[in-house]
C-alpha cells in the first residue's frame, strides 16, 4: 500500500484540509446555483446501502464527496453504525462521532451522529473541503422529513438550507425480500417505512439483482413503481451504478422528466425509455400514488390549480370538504403548460411546495399535455377525481 493510500483522521474542530482539486461532477457545478449539493441515501435493511456508501468512498471516481452517516431519525433504538473504509490491515476503520475521515481518492467519510441538521451547516462553514454530500440515513429512517429541510425553497432561505442543495433522494431496495417487505411493512401509523422511502425517492438501486429470479425483479420493480410512478430504477448488484445516475440529477429542480416516462437498467446494462399507460392510480398498503393529465391552463385554472395544491398540501383536506385533514402528500411532481405558452414545473415535498417557470427547451416534454403526479396517504378516488376536476384533465 502507498503512503498516499493511508486514510488521515481529522478533527473536526481543526480545519478541514482542502482538497485537491478533481473534475466537478457536472460541467457546470452546481454550486454555482446556490449550495452544495445533497443526496439521501436510505435504504431497506441490509439492501445495500453500505455497500454503496464503500464504494463511493474508496473508488477512484475522481469526485469530491462528503459522506455523511446520520441518525436524524427516531436515535432511540437505532443501533450505532460505523463504516468500513479501510484496508485491513488499517486500524482506523472504527469511526468515533464528529470525526471526518479524509481519504485517497478524494473524499470525505464524515460521522456527526446525534448532532443534528446544524452539524453539517457547521461542516459547510468549513467548506472549500467538499462541493458533494451524501447523507446517508438509517434503514429505518423515513427520508421525507429530511428532504425538506434541505430542499432549497424560499422558506429555508435564510435558514438551514441556505448553503445546501436537495439533488435527490436515493432509496436501495433489496431485490430478493424488499416485495415481500413493502406488502408487510406496517409502521406505528400503518403505513411502512419502506412504502415512505419508495413513495419519497428520485432513484431507485433494485439491488441484490443477482439473487433475485427475473420474475421476482419484474414483480418488484412494478410494485415499486406502483408505489412512485414518477421514480427512476436500476437494477444493481452490489451497488454497482454510474454515479451520474444518482448524483447530480437536479431532481427537485424546475426541470423533470415527464412523470410517467421511466428509465430502467435492465441486466444487460441496456437503457430503456419506458411509457407507462395503463392505470393513473394506486393504492399499496396505505401508500397511494395518482396521476392526472394536464392540458393548457388558463391563469383562472392555474389560480385553482395552486390553491388545490396548498389546501391539500397545507391542510390536508380537499378545498370543497369540510372533513377534517385525512390527506396527507409525502411527494408531487409534475409540469404542465398554461395558455399563454407558458411551462410549469411542480415540485413538492410533504408540505413545502414550488411552482416555477421553466424556459422554452429546458424542460422536457413538449408536448401540449403535461402531468401531475401525487404520492402519499388517503389520496383515493375522490382526490383524484378532484384534482382532474381542477386541473381539467
Ligand atoms: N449477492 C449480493 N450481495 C450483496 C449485494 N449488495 C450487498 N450485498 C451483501 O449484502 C450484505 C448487506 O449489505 P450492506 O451494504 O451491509 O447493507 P445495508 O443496507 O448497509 O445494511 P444495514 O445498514 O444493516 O441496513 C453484505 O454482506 C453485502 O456484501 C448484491 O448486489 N449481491
Given at each position: 500500500m502507498e503512503e498516499d493510500d493511508i486514510p488521515v483522521l481529522v478533527d473536526i474542530d481543526e480545519d478541514v484540509p482542502a482538497l485537491v482539486e478533481t473534475s466537478a461532477l457536472n460541467e457546470e457545478p452546481t454550486t454555482e446555483k446556490g449550495g452544495v449539493p445533497l443526496t439521501i441515501i436510505c435504504g431497506f435493511l441490509g439492501a445495500g446501502k453500505s455497500t454503496?456508501?464503500?464504494?463511493?468512498?474508496?473508488?477512484?471516481?475522481?469526485?469530491?464527496?462528503?459522506?455523511?452517516m446520520n441518525e436524524f431519525g427516531d436515535t432511540a433504538d437505532i443501533e450505532s453504525r460505523t463504516i468500513n473504509v479501510?484496508?485491513?490491515?488499517?486500524?482506523?476503520?472504527?469511526?468515533?462521532?464528529?470525526?471526518?475521515?479524509?481519504?485517497?481518492?478524494?473524499?470525505?467519510?464524515?460521522?456527526?451522529?446525534?448532532?443534528?441538521?446544524?452539524?453539517?451547516?457547521?461542516?459547510?462553514q468549513k467548506k472549500g473541503a467538499f462541493d458533494y454530500i451524501l447523507l446517508e440515513t438509517t434503514g429505518l429512517a423515513d427520508p421525507g422529513p429530511i428532504a425538506s429541510i434541505f430542499w432549497q425553497n424560499e422558506e429555508y432561505a435564510a435558514g438551514l438550507g441556505r448553503d445546501i442543495k436537495l439533488d435527490g433522494v436515493v432509496c436501495v431496495v433489496d431485490a430478493v425480500f424488499g416485495r415481500k417487505q413493502m406488502l408487510e411493512d406496517e409502521a406505528v401509523d400503518g403505513v411502512g417505512e419502506s412504502l415512505r422511502q419508495v413513495a419519497s425517492a428520485d432513484v431507485v438501486l433494485l439491488n441484490k439483482s443477482d439473487l433475485a429470479s427475473p420474475s421476482l425483479l419484474s414483480e418488484t420493480e412494478a410494485l415499486i413503481r406502483k408505489v412512485n410512478p414518477a421514480v427512476t430504477v436500476h437494477r444493481t448488484v452490489r451497488a454497482e451504478v454510474d454515479l451520474g445516475k444518482i448524483v447530480g440529477i437536479d431532481a427537485y429542480a424546475s426541470r423533470v422528466s415527464a412523470p410517467d416516462h421511466h428509465a430502467h437498467e435492465h441486466d444487460d446494462g441496456c437503457e430503456h425509455e419506458h411509457d407507462h399507460a395503463g392505470p393513473t392510480h394506486y393504492e399499496v398498503r396505505g401508500i397511494s400514488s395518482l396521476q392526472v393529465p394536464v392540458p393548457p391552463l388558463s391563469p383562472e385554472r392555474f389560480e385553482k390549480l395552486d390553491e388545490w395544491i396548498r389546501t391539500v398540501l397545507w391542510e390536508g383536506t380537499l378545498p370543497s370538504s369540510q372533513a377534517h385533514s385525512s390527506l396527507e402528500v409525502l411527494r408531487c411532481k409534475g409540469m404542465f403548460k398554461t395558455t399563454a405558452g407558458k411551462t410549469y414545473v411542480l415540485q413538492g415535498v410533504r408540505s413545502i411546495y414550488d411552482i416555477a417557470e421553466v424556459e422554452e427547451g429546458e424542460g422536457v416534454g413538449q408536448g401540449e399535455v403535461g402531468k401531475l403526479v401525487f404520492i402519499g396517504k388517503g389520496l383515493g378516488e375522490d382526490v383524484r377525481k378532484s384534482l382532474a376536476a381542477v386541473a381539467g384533465g
Open positions: 454503496l456508501v464503500r464504494r463511493i468512498l474508496t473508488e477512484r471516481h475522481g469526485y469530491r464527496i462528503a459522506v455523511i479501510s484496508s485491513p490491515d488499517d486500524s482506523t476503520s472504527d469511526l468515533g462521532s464528529e470525526e471526518v475521515l479524509e481519504l485517497a481518492n478524494g473524499c470525505l467519510c464524515c460521522s456527526i451522529k446525534d448532532v443534528g441538521v446544524a452539524a453539517i451547516e457547521k461542516l459547510m
